[in-house]
């Protein structure tokens, strides 16, 4: 997109704009992360402006989102608030990122499946609820789903009730905010100001207290041999899932601006942004959703927009922190509810009843995982199990396509040729790619459809575009039960790749003969069974290519 006139003026009303929505949400998420609001700020600022300028999206906002600071939030339990280990994980996950970008990773990152994504999105906007029931009933939270339900009762037997109130009524705002309104003043920002008003005349709720403002400081990779394991294991989870949340927001910026994302650009723009984020104390961040769509709306279509949004938050931040320190951690919380529900995929669980039984169960077995084992696990239990199940299910139509019937036959002279055969001549055409998920019942199905009396089996492979190990074993076990009942095995138009690897696996092709086309198999069939020779195993085996 060249940069013009038009452009310049939608690129800056659009980046002043997201700015705005990201303030509110960057100061929320960094609390919410245990490294405080300034770390929300900066992270914003870092990954927003380094992202946009060497990203591949030119119109995405990134910065601070959910699934990142749920991730932070447990690293930040586990490594007992150590923060230069924690901002040493944002770097290495930036790192992570880098590298998935030249090694391109983002094209399949992209094939996780949509159950899957649903599942562990909803699962994070459920973390990030329960969470924050904590901070709405006036205490402070765990940094874990579990130990925020264990500590849930208690809470509930001691709630602040103006704490509960202030919050509950800034959920209502942004959630309730007028649209109209929204394009002047946000809503999360209008919530923000309103609550924090009313909190300093009339309230006496708990605050963030005296934060620092200014520019940030440099805060230096540390090593930790006890720690390295646990460091890593967070910043490749970081890494994950910042890719896939950034390209899902790329996703849906192309489907606003008819532009085609570079997947790959794009995870190297938003591993420098997090690298430079945790150089200057910043949390991690990725593409967000909610803000690239305020800026596209907005008028934002270049990567200047997201520089913009940056430059606004730095703007603030050198005159925030007196302003900053009287914001009630109930509003923020009320905040972060929203941001929740807002995560929770309310699209797919309206019509999930209504599809597949499988991709249900899929998604609730991620979103469990997801809530109450870690992220990692269920994203990779459910990438695992939905990749089984396509097989599977891609192996039952093979087997169910594969008959032993004339009714695959081209020709009349095909079908001629096969019906002077009568019961002697077994025909199967094999289509589509032959896996593992085909291949444990290949040799049966075989054995059980070929006729008793059958003296040929014909293997067509003339829709086969490659096959894999399991089902060359599965070819080589029907040449083998052939062989010992005394049948002729014929195989019928490989291609190049399958001709190789049965080939090599084999020492040599199995079976009888080997022809170019079906109806030459056919024809050598019908000589074969027809023969008047009273010694048919005599015959020499046919072979043509």
Request: some cysteine; charged content about 10%; overall charge negative.
């Given at each position: 997109?060249?940069?013009?006139?038009?452009n310049?003026t939608?690129?800056?009303?659009?980046?002043?704009?997201?700015g705005?929505?990201a303030?509110?949400?960057a100061?929320?998420?960094?609390?919410?992360?245990g490294?405080?609001?300034?770390a929300?700020?900066?992270?914003?600022?870092?990954?927003?402006?380094?992202?946009?300028?060497?990203?591949?999206?030119?119109?995405?906002?990134?910065?601070p989102?959910?699934?990142?600071?749920?991730?932070?939030?447990?690293l930040?339990?586990?490594l007992?608030g150590?923060?230069?280990?924690?901002?040493?994980?944002?770097m290495?996950?930036g790192?992570?990122?880098?590298?998935?970008?030249f090694?391109?990773?983002?094209?399949?990152?992209?094939?996780?499946p949509?159950?899957?994504i649903?599942?562990?999105?909803t699962?994070?906007g459920?973390?990030?609820?329960?969470?924050q029931?904590?901070?709405l009933?006036?205490?402070?939270?765990?940094g874990?789903?579990?130990?925020?339900?264990?500590?849930?009762?208690t809470?509930i037997?001691?709630?602040?009730f103006?704490n509960?109130?202030l919050g509950l009524?800034t959920?209502?705002?942004?959630?309730?905010w007028?649209?109209?309104?929204?394009?002047y003043?946000?809503?999360?920002?209008?919530?923000l100001?309103?609550?924090?008003i009313?909190a300093?005349?009339?309230l006496?709720?708990?605050?963030?207290?005296?934060?620092?403002?200014?520019?940030?400081?440099?805060?230096?990779p540390?090593?930790?041999?006890?720690k390295a394991?646990l460091?890593?294991?967070?910043?490749?989870i970081?890494a994950?899932l910042?890719?896939?949340d950034?390209?899902?927001t790329?996703l849906?910026?192309d489907?606003?601006?008819?532009?085609?994302?570079?997947?790959?650009?794009?995870?190297?723009?938003?591993?420098?942004?997090?690298?430079?984020?945790?150089?200057?104390g910043g949390?991690?961040?990725?593409?967000?959703?909610?803000r690239?769509?305020?800026n596209?709306r907005?008028?934002?279509?270049?990567?200047?927009?997201?520089?913009?949004h940056?430059?606004?938050l730095l703007?603030v931040?050198?005159?925030l922190?007196?302003?900053?320190s009287?914001?009630?951690l109930a509003?923020?919380?009320?905040?972060?509810?929203k941001?929740?529900?807002?995560i929770?995929?309310?699209?797919?669980?309206?019509?999930a009843?209504n599809?597949p039984?499988?991709d249900?169960?899929?998604?609730?077995l991620?979103l469990s995982?997801?809530v109450?084992?870690?992220?990692?696990?269920?994203?990779?239990a459910?990438v695992v199990?939905?990749?089984?199940a396509?097989?599977k299910?891609?192996?039952?139509?093979?087997?169910?396509?594969?008959?032993n019937t004339?009714?695959?036959?081209?020709s009349?002279?095909?079908?001629?040729?096969?019906?002077?055969?009568?019961?002697r001549?077994?025909l199967?055409?094999?289509?589509?790619?032959?896996s593992f998920?085909?291949?444990?019942?290949l040799?049966?199905?075989?054995?059980?459809h070929?006729?008793?009396?059958?003296?040929?089996?014909?293997?067509?492979?003339?829709?086969?575009?490659f096959?894999?190990?399991s089902?060359?074993l599965?070819?080589?076990?029907?040449a083998?039960?052939?062989?010992?009942s005394?049948?002729?095995?014929?195989?019928v138009?490989?291609?190049?790749e399958?001709?190789g690897?049965?080939?090599?696996m084999n020492?040599?092709?199995?079976g009888?003969g080997?022809?170019?086309?079906?109806?030459?198999?056919?024809q050598?069939?019908?000589?074969?069974?027809?023969s008047?020779?009273?010694?048919?195993d005599?015959?020499p085996?046919l072979?043509a290519?």
């Open positions: 997109m060249k940069f013009n006139r038009e310049l939608g690129d800056i009303t659009g980046g002043i704009t997201a705005v929505v303030l509110p949400l100061l929320a998420l960094g609390v919410a992360s490294l405080g609001p300034m929300g700020i900066y992270g914003a600022i870092a990954v927003g402006f380094f992202a946009a300028l060497f990203g591949g999206t030119a119109s995405q906002i990134s910065g989102t959910g699934p990142m600071v749920v991730v932070l939030a447990g930040f339990a586990s007992s150590d923060v230069a280990l924690i901002f040493t994980t944002v290495l996950a790192v992570f990122q880098i590298v998935f970008g090694l391109g990773v983002g094209q399949y990152i992209r094939l996780v949509y159950p899957v649903s599942g562990f999105m699962g994070i459920a973390i990030i609820i329960i969470l029931l904590g901070p009933l006036g205490h402070d939270s765990p874990n789903p579990l130990g925020a339900m264990a500590k849930l009762p809470a037997m001691d709630i602040n103006a509960l109130a009524g959920l209502a705002l942004v959630y309730f007028p649209a109209r309104a929204g394009k003043l946000p809503g999360p920002l209008a919530a100001i309103v609550g924090t009313l300093y005349l009339v006496d709720v708990p605050v963030l207290g005296e934060i620092p403002s200014g520019l940030p400081s440099i805060h230096w540390v090593f930790e041999q006890s394991m460091v890593i294991e967070a910043a490749f970081l994950v910042g890719a896939i950034s390209l899902l790329s849906v910026a489907n606003m601006t008819r532009q085609r994302h570079d997947s790959n650009r794009e995870l190297i723009g938003q591993g420098i942004g997090n690298t430079v984020a945790g150089l200057i949390i991690a961040g990725a593409g967000a959703t909610m690239t769509v305020v596209i907005s008028g934002g279509k270049t990567r200047l927009s997201g520089m913009i940056s430059l606004v703007a931040v050198l005159g922190g007196s302003l900053a009287t914001i009630p509003v923020l919380a009320g905040i972060l509810v941001v929740g529900l807002d929770i995929d309310w699209s797919y669980l309206k019509r009843n599809g039984r499988w249900l169960a899929l998604m609730l991620v995982l997801t109450f084992v870690d992220l990692i696990t269920a994203v990779a459910g199990l939905a990749a089984l396509f097989v299910q891609v192996g039952q139509l093979q087997i169910a396509s594969l008959k004339p009714e695959h036959l081209d009349e002279v095909e079908k001629a040729c096969l019906s002077s055969c009568g019961d001549v077994a199967f055409e094999f289509s589509g790619p032959l998920g085909a291949a444990a019942d040799g049966h199905h075989v054995r059980e070929s006729e008793l009396g059958s003296r040929v089996l014909i293997l067509d492979f003339s829709r086969v575009p096959l894999d190990v089902a060359v599965a070819v080589e076990t029907i083998t039960d052939a062989a010992s005394g049948k002729l095995l014929y195989l138009g490989m291609n190049e399958v001709r690897v049965l080939e090599g020492s040599g092709l199995p009888d080997v022809f170019a086309s079906r109806l030459q198999a056919l050598s069939a019908a000589a074969r069974v027809n008047t020779s009273a010694n048919v005599a015959i085996s072979s290519t």
